[in-house]
């Protein structure tokens, strides 16, 4: 009888946690397989949950500019890494490496980003 208890127990117990397990899958959106490289210039960059957001512009060469979108980590994350909000201000340029949509969308996860200055942050 006890076994079954908490058997039935440990079934709600992970029932109430899965959605700790729901977390998307970044393959699903991103193709990381062919990574791009970017010369872009901050619109705005906003670290806030549940990933960092990083909106700049691109002139091709053509001279046309693109608007693109980039994903980073979490808030807290990045920070662990060494971003901080005041690294990125409108206006700034920066190369960035990341993986594009899949979709062909001009949104990327970002890897790795150098700032004018020189500071990598990844």
């Not at 062919?34 to 960059?45: D, N, Y």
């Not at 980073?72 to 971003?83: H, L």
Request: a neutral charge; glycine letters at 10%.
């Amino acid at each position: 009888m006890n076994h079954k208890l908490f058997a039935g127990l440990g079934v709600l117990l992970l029932a109430a946690c899965s959605p700790m397990f729901g977390h998307h899958n970044s393959a699903a959106r991103y193709d990381q397989q062919h990574p791009v490289t970017l010369q872009g210039t901050v619109i705005a960059f906003r670290m806030i949950n549940p990933h960092s957001r990083l909106e700049f512009e691109v002139k091709q060469a053509d001279g046309t500019v693109v608007k693109w979108e980039a994903e980073g980590g979490s808030p807290s994350a990045a920070y662990r890494r060494g971003w901080r909000i005041d690294d990125l201000k409108p206006g700034d340029s920066f190369t960035i490496t990341g993986s594009p949509a899949v979709d062909g969308s001009k949104v990327m996860e970002i890897e790795k980003l150098v700032t004018s200055s020189g500071k990598e942050l990844e």
